[in-house]
């Protein structure tokens, strides 16, 4: 975006928190007001509205300066007092959700309430996910301890909310950024991987660019082609759920073709259709049918003359562009639209495809006019098979619907689960076989003496802790051993 002359009310705001953070320092031992000054570099970067901006520039002075509300609204309005209130909030709602009391019904499900909070103005979670990402961008200046639970946190919390956003690029910062942190040996060893992987398709890919660039310039179709190069964290995560058989990931390399228009996409898809064969049940069509987070693109796996896999995904510019910055690319190209539709509570500028937010917002404007809301048939539906449930300290874990008290266990940590001798959910005392639900506070008891059984095998579902607990197993004296895998076997056969 070209540079335009900052405007008088963002100099303005500049000058007001330097002032109110004067004296203190970051833990990286710079002036508190490097850490503003890059969320705001980050907001223009996302192309968000001056509001957004000075909020931005202002997010941590009334939790940590003598600055008041009052004060911000007398100097910049209302509506930048209401977003830095809405951070404020966002954070002290992570300590507790005391402050959303207020307005909120009764309900276990923080997160839920935490979204509530925030459907007033999406633009406060901008906010918050700038303001997450310059502090993971300086994460390494933190005792390690910290450091570890920001990025769990980041890992569970705010990079799939980029997703839901369909922030990409975002997300893929966010994840990989705590990924290196959460676990740093896996980190780097994927990393290699996929620089080898890249090396060794360099030929190949150039051969394959050149192939297909010829045959589009036959047909006359005007596009850009590039390399995507896959995020370690997605890796990651995808070769848990292929049980780490490299093989099985097709998208490792993909080619990325950008075109004018929608026509133009499905003829690229034909022209490489026509080059190479593709793979069965590869051709994914998400403009027809576009993800819940609005992404739209054409995907297809094909299978070149000499035996090699390659995605391909095309999309025209503005889908490229949305798939990247998402909703901040929506709030760029409406800006003047979206500050008016904002005063009048209306965001009808949205993708049809983020009509969630619109449910968010209704919802907490019914529930501050004091009417009475079902949150049961809200059909927020933010992370699909997803629950999020909380350790009685309110860390805040995602596992999938279904998930048992021993997947909550070695999601913490594998030295929790596998001294694990009973659980509390809600307070009360539960048994291992307690499916967990949205909202549970779940509380793992230990014992030092325990050991980890293979009946465990059992009660488990996610493959994150049936590895950890199958490592555990395996290094049991002998004549355990043989009932292990007994056992083991057993179980399998059902
Ligand atoms: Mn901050």
């Given amino acids: 975006m070209a540079k335009e002359r900052e405007p008088e009310r963002v100099k303005r705001a500049v000058e007001v928190a330097r002032a109110a953070h004067e004296g203190q320092l970051r833990k990286t031992g710079e002036p508190y007001i490097v850490h503003p000054l890059a969320v705001k570099k980050i907001l223009e970067e996302w192309g968000m509205d001056e509001d957004?901006?000075?909020?931005?520039?202002?997010?941590?002075?009334?939790?940590d300066t003598e600055l008041t509300l009052e004060d911000i609204k007398k100097e910049f309005g209302e509506p930048v007092a209401f977003l830095v209130d809405g951070v404020t909030k966002l954070s002290t709602a992570r300590n507790g959700m005391r402050d959303i009391d207020t307005y909120l019904p009764a309900t276990k499900d923080n997160f839920l309430r935490l979204m509530i909070a925030l459907g007033d103005d999406i633009r406060v979670l901008i906010i918050k996910l700038a303001d997450r990402l310059h502090n993971l961008r300086t994460l390494?200046?933190?005792?390690?301890?910290?450091?570890?639970?920001?990025?769990?946190?980041?890992?569970?919390?705010?990079a799939p909310l980029a997703d839901r956003l369909n922030m990409g690029l975002l997300r893929v910062e966010l994840a990989d950024l705590s990924f290196k942190y959460v676990d740093p040996r896996r980190f780097e060893e994927?990393?290699?991987?996929?620089?080898?992987?890249?090396?060794?398709?360099?030929?190949?890919?150039a051969k394959i660019r050149e192939e297909v660039a010829a045959a589009l310039k036959k047909e006359k179709i005007r596009?850009?082609?590039?390399?995507?190069?896959k995020s370690v964290y997605s890796l990651h995560k995808k070769l848990a759920?292929?049980?780490?058989?490299?093989?099985?990931?097709?998208?490792?390399?993909?080619?990325?073709?950008?075109?004018?228009?929608?026509?133009?996409?499905?003829?690229?898809?034909?022209v490489i259709h026509s080059l190479y064969t593709p793979m069965e049940g590869r051709i994914k069509d998400y403009i027809a049918m576009p993800k819940q987070n609005g992404y739209r693109s054409l995907h297809t796996t094909v299978i070149t003359k000499d035996k090699h896999i390659v995605e391909f995904q095309i999309r025209t510019r503005e889908m490229h562009e949305y798939a990247?910055?998402?909703?901040?690319?929506?709030?760029?190209?409406?800006?003047?639209?979206?500050?008016?539709?904002?005063?009048?509570?209306?965001?009808?500028?949205?993708?049809?495809?983020?009509?969630?937010?619109?449910?968010?917002?209704?919802?907490?404007?019914?529930?501050?006019?004091?009417?009475?809301?079902?949150?049961k048939k809200l059909k927020i539906n933010l992370f699909a098979d997803k629950i999020f449930v909380y350790t009685p300290k309110g860390d805040i874990l995602d596992l999938p619907k279904g998930a048992l008290p021993l997947d909550f266990a070695y999601k913490l940590h594998s030295e929790i689960g596998d001294h694990v001798v009973g659980v509390k959910i809600n307070g009360k005392m539960s048994n291992l076989n307690k499916k967990l639900e949205q909202g549970d506070i779940v509380e793992i008891?230990?014992?030092?003496?325990?050991?980890?059984?293979?009946?465990w095998l059992d009660r488990i579902i996610t493959s994150h802790a049936?590895?950890?607990?199958?490592?555990?197993?395996?290094?049991?004296?002998?004549?355990?051993?043989?009932?292990?895998?007994?056992?083991?076997?057993?179980?399998?056969?059902?």
Avoid at 52 to 63: K, N, P
Avoid at 190 to 205: D, G, P, V
Wanted: proline residues 3%.
């Fill in 324 to 375: 990247e910055r998402g909703l901040a690319a929506s709030f760029y190209y409406n800006e003047q639209k979206v500050t008016e539709n904002y005063k009048k509570g209306k965001i009808e500028h949205l993708p049809t495809n983020l009509l969630w937010i619109t449910e968010l917002q209704n919802t907490a404007a019914k529930l501050r006019e004091g009417k009475k809301v079902d949150l």
């Fill in 190 to 205: 994927l990393k290699n991987l996929i620089t080898k992987y890249n090396k060794s398709a360099e030929k190949t890919l």
């Fill in 223 to 229: 596009f850009e082609i590039s390399g995507r190069v």
């Fill in 241 to 270: 759920k292929h049980n780490q058989n490299i093989n099985e990931i097709y998208d490792l390399t993909a080619l990325r073709i950008i075109v004018d228009d929608i026509t133009d996409c499905y003829l690229v898809l034909g």
């Fill in 445 to 455: 008891l230990t014992s030092k003496n325990q050991t980890p059984k293979s009946s």
């Fill in 52 to 63: 957004t901006i000075i909020a931005g520039i202002l997010h941590d002075t009334v939790e």
């Fill in 466 to 494: 049936r590895t950890k607990l199958m490592r555990a197993l395996r290094i049991k004296p002998p004549e355990e051993r043989v009932t292990t895998i007994k056992k083991a076997s057993k179980t399998k056969k059902k």
């Fill in 140 to 158: 390494s200046a933190l005792p390690p301890d910290k450091q570890k639970k920001i990025a769990k946190e980041t890992l569970e919390v705010f």
